[in-house]
């Protein structure tokens, strides 16, 4: 809990009119602290921004605000007037009094940040478009504090990254909700966890939220194997997939590797070894593309999405495709699907191919049906997945779907239910060939995990287009990237691989003004590390391995089976010292890395 809040709520509580959404929630915000809200979708995670937002109103408890305080709210779902112009929309987001002049000016640099004209129509904007504006919206009034719902949504990974930047160098307090693991893992120095209608709290970033949450899940199973079976029962489907999930990671990305290192033997530096396709019988070939070129001539000019491209996909390869938004991943994705044929060179496609296709787009759900029904026509309890009989009931738990949600109107879901809903319908259908395009926006971090550990499972051949990184690095054995411009580049490895490998694309888009780049690469050439910095850079490693090694005591003490039941406030007080310990550890080792980077940035500069 911040010491001098700017925002809090007191016992907050809210309902709907139903079973509580949440009660009993108390949090606070302080200048400049960085804090992440995650939780299950239908949690109440947006909610909670939008009474923090002041716009709505509690049950019961308490809203506080610091007098003076200036609160910019980004939705996650911005609904526009179509009437205004870029321009006016982020003009409304300016928060203090100012001239003419001064309201020009900040309009003009939160549009150039977000690459956006003022002059353009608010309606037929991209998804990607839309959340930059918003963006902008959320940004141009300098808020204390900023309430961001998904802000990563639809952006791509430049984009992203340009917003990691952007939100550190801020002063203003921020809380954001996230389905984006790197994102929060780069941002957040306190976790918020709304589970189950109450609201835990640890004062470490998003990059301990497993090992906290999973050690409050196992004290918590612990205690209703004792005193309630049946709460353990309605419960554990919700707990047990998760820390077990985890333990498969390791088998899972050994597999991985694997499947990376068969890659590599068939890619060098970025080409693709192309050979016979007769030679590739029986299925195995899934996609080849040799010497391909595609463009496309509008009102606006010819835009070149491949020049002379080519590469092969088989069976069991999992390609992730990554490159601005409209630089054409979608069409190059359909020329290796088949759906879009080339200018010129050749596209080869395997024979038997059964493709399911989730679409960025989304495929309508009608919203006075049922999950239940959506599955299964209605005629039937049974589901096919791939091919095989399943209980729809076991099939919809398995997409962390309630009982009481089965037969439940689907205009009743969120948004991030009904994208798992979708998800669950093409995942179901019998495939050899998986292509999803942008299928982790709206999702929670829990449906993320579920869903890599279905591809993980898939047999067949997945095509990936997403724009979070963690999730390409988990799931994909290659990179395709789009560059834009006709220049496109294969890399073996996830998206990590992809940063070590990459190569120079000529005269490469600016995110931020020359002026802005500029006045930071003077303001580095003046910096030096102070008298403390030094210091702290020279004592910060023996801090960090006193620091491990309590934390391996701690977690000895912790693994000792009966310590938990023979002194339960020595447990509960080991816990607490241990999440204590993770945080500082991971202050310490960030504080030591950003100096010893600025060290060396500073000592290559100097000469």
């Known amino acids: 809990m911040a010491r001098t809040p700017l925002l809090a709520l007191r016992n907050a509580g809210i309902g709907f009119g139903g079973r509580p959404t949440f009660a009993g929630v108390s949090l606070a915000i302080g200048a400049g602290e960085r804090v992440c809200l995650?939780?299950?979708?239908?949690?109440?995670?947006?909610?909670?921004?939008?009474?923090l937002a002041g716009l709505i109103e509690l049950d019961h408890g308490e809203r506080f605000v610091q007098p003076g305080t200036r609160i910019a709210y980004m939705p996650q779902a911005p609904l526009f007037d179509a009437n205004l112009t870029i321009g006016a929309y982020v003009a409304s987001g300016l928060l203090v009094d100012a001239d003419d002049g001064d309201r020009f000016h900040l309009v003009e640099a939160a549009l150039e940040e977000v690459e956006l004209r003022g002059d353009r129509a608010m309606s037929n904007l991209s998804g990607g478009e839309s959340r930059r504006v918003s963006l902008?919206?959320?940004?141009?009034?300098?808020?204390?504090?900023?309430?961001?719902?998904?802000?990563?949504?639809?952006?791509?990974?430049?984009?992203?990254?340009?917003?990691?930047?952007?939100?550190?160098?801020?002063?203003?307090?921020?809380?954001?909700?996230?389905?984006?693991?790197?994102?929060?893992?780069?941002?957040?120095?306190r976790t918020l966890w709304l589970d189950r209608g109450s609201l835990r709290e640890t004062d470490q970033g998003y990059s301990n939220f497993e090992e906290w949450?999973?050690?409050?899940?196992?004290?918590?199973?612990?205690?209703?194997?004792?005193?309630?079976?049946?709460?353990?029962?309605?419960?554990?489907?919700?707990?047990?997939?998760?820390?077990?999930?985890?333990?498969?990671?390791?088998?899972?990305l050994r597999g991985l590797q694997k499947l990376r290192s068969e890659r590599a033997q068939r890619v060098t530096q970025g080409e693709a070894k192309l050979g016979s396709a007769a030679a590739l019988a029986g299925g195995k070939l899934v996609a080849e593309l040799e010497h391909v070129t595609k463009a496309f001539t509008d009102a606006s000019g010819t835009k070149v999405i491949a020049t002379d491209?080519?590469?092969?996909?088989?069976?069991?390869?999992?390609?992730?495709?990554?490159?601005?938004?409209?630089?054409?991943?979608?069409?190059?994705?359909?020329?290796?699907?088949?759906?879009?044929?080339?200018?010129?060179?050749?596209?080869?496609?395997?024979?038997?191919?059964?493709?399911?296709?989730?679409?960025?787009?989304?495929?309508?759900?009608?919203?006075?049906?049922?999950?239940?029904?959506?599955?299964?026509?209605?005629?039937?309890?049974?589901?096919?997945?791939?091919?095989?009989?399943?209980?729809?009931?076991?099939?919809?738990?398995?997409?962390?779907?309630?009982?009481?949600?089965?037969?439940?109107?689907?205009?009743?879901?969120?948004?991030?239910?009904?994208?798992?809903?979708?998800?669950?319908?093409?995942?179901a259908q019998p495939s050899n060939l998986l292509i999803l395009d942008e299928p982790t926006n709206d999702l929670d971090i829990e449906t993320l995990d579920l869903l890599e550990e279905v591809l993980a499972e898939y047999e067949g051949t997945l095509l990936l287009v997403s724009h979070d990184r963690d999730f390409l690095d988990r799931l994909v054995t290659s990179i395709i990237a789009v560059e834009g411009d006709g220049v496109i580049h294969e890399y073996v490895g996830g998206y990590s691989d992809y940063l070590r490998q990459r190569r120079p694309v000529a005269a490469p888009k600016a995110t931020t003004s020359r002026s802005s780049a500029a006045k930071r690469a003077q303001a580095r050439e003046r910096a030096r590390l102070s008298w403390k910095e030094q210091k702290d850079l020279d004592?910060?490693?023996?801090?960090?391995?006193?620091?491990?090694?309590?934390?391996?005591?701690?977690?000895?003490?912790l693994a000792s089976p009966d310590f938990a039941t023979k002194d339960h406030a020595r447990f509960q007080a080991a816990m607490t010292r241990h999440g204590d310990v993770v945080a500082t550890l991971a202050d310490a080792e960030e504080r030591w890395l950003a100096l010893a980077q600025r060290a060396e940035e500073l000592a290559g500069g100097a000469r």
């Open 38 to 51: 995650v939780g299950r979708n239908g949690s109440g995670k947006s909610t909670i921004l939008k009474i």
């Open 136 to 189: 902008a919206h959320a940004l141009v009034g300098q808020p204390d504090i900023l309430l961001l719902d998904e802000p990563t949504n639809h952006l791509d990974i430049p984009a992203v990254e340009w917003l990691e930047e952007k939100l550190l160098s801020l002063s203003a307090g921020l809380l954001l909700i996230s389905h984006d693991r790197a994102f929060l893992k780069r941002l957040s120095r």
């Open 213 to 252: 949450s999973e050690g409050i899940l196992a004290a918590e199973e612990a205690a209703d194997a004792r005193t309630d079976k049946r709460i353990l029962s309605e419960t554990a489907w919700a707990r047990q997939g998760i820390p077990a999930r985890r333990k498969r990671n390791q088998g899972r």
């Open 309 to 427: 491209f080519s590469t092969r996909v088989l069976r069991g390869d999992r390609v992730g495709f990554i490159g601005r938004n409209g630089a054409g991943k979608s069409t190059l994705l359909g020329i290796i699907a088949g759906s879009i044929e080339p200018d010129s060179g050749i596209a080869r496609h395997g024979a038997n191919l059964v493709p399911a296709i989730f679409d960025q787009l989304r495929t309508t759900l009608d919203p006075n049906n049922t999950p239940w029904k959506t599955l299964t026509g209605g005629g039937s309890d049974m589901v096919s997945v791939q091919g095989k009989p399943k209980h729809v009931a076991s099939y919809l738990r398995d997409f962390l779907f309630e009982d009481r949600q089965y037969h439940a109107k689907i205009e009743s879901l969120s948004g991030g239910e009904r994208h798992r809903l979708l998800l669950a319908k093409v995942l």
């Open 539 to 557: 004592s910060l490693p023996s801090q960090i391995a006193k620091l491990e090694a309590e934390k391996a005591a701690i977690e000895m003490q």
